[in-house]
């Protein structure tokens, strides 16, 4: 038990000089548990701006951080939304994702959806994001809603923060004229 609450104790005083989103955003989470160099937070969210002063919010059902790696946070159901540059919102979903504040990358993998306000939905198996660079690339199978139109293909690169997109591989379009 002393050596337990020793840890405890070792956890709260250390943790803020470990915590990888300390400079930027705020960080709240549940309760705390310890196991081996793991620290397991339940319902962290971490709320910021970027660097163009765009909000962003990220919640999580939990995240597990090893005490040896701070910078890398493995998130679990998570959810993000990140507000675009003309003031809509875009919701990203995954039910699990490594982050990585150091090199500003996040692995995403299993049920990935991304949805904006103006209704385009995209679904993807796995996805790596690279925030310093602007890019997200998936090597796996992909489907993006656009209203009438749905593209699918075997794989997506996103660059320049969202302004270029190129699927590759067995790229099919389908657009549904009959709404009008």
């Not at 196991?35 to 971490?46: A, C, D, F, N, Y």
């Not at 890398?72 to 995954?94: D, F, H, I, Y």
Request: proline fraction near 4%; hydrophobic fraction near 40%.
């Amino acid at each position: 038990i002393p050596i337990g609450s020793a840890l405890a104790l070792a956890v709260f005083v250390l943790g803020p000089l470990l915590n990888p989103f300390s400079a930027i955003g705020g960080l709240s989470m549940g309760p705390i548990t310890l196991s081996g160099s793991k620290v397991t937070m339940e319902k962290p969210k971490l709320t910021g701006f970027r660097k163009d002063n765009r909000p962003y919010e990220v919640t999580a059902v939990s995240a597990a951080q090893d005490i040896r790696r701070p910078n890398v946070v493995e998130l679990n159901v998570m959810n993000a939304r990140v507000e675009t540059e003309s003031g809509g919102w875009v919701k990203l979903e995954s039910k699990t994702g490594v982050f990585d504040s150091q090199k500003e990358q996040m692995q995403l993998t299993d049920q990935i959806k991304v949805a904006t306000d103006a209704g385009y939905e995209a679904f993807l198996k796995s996805a790596d994001i690279d925030f310093k660079a602007g890019t997200i690339r998936s090597k796996e199978p992909v489907q993006v809603n656009m209203g009438s139109i749905k593209i699918t293909a075997d794989t997506l690169d996103v660059s320049d923060n969202g302004k270029i997109i190129v699927f590759n591989g067995r790229v099919n379009t389908v657009i549904d004229n009959s709404e009008q």
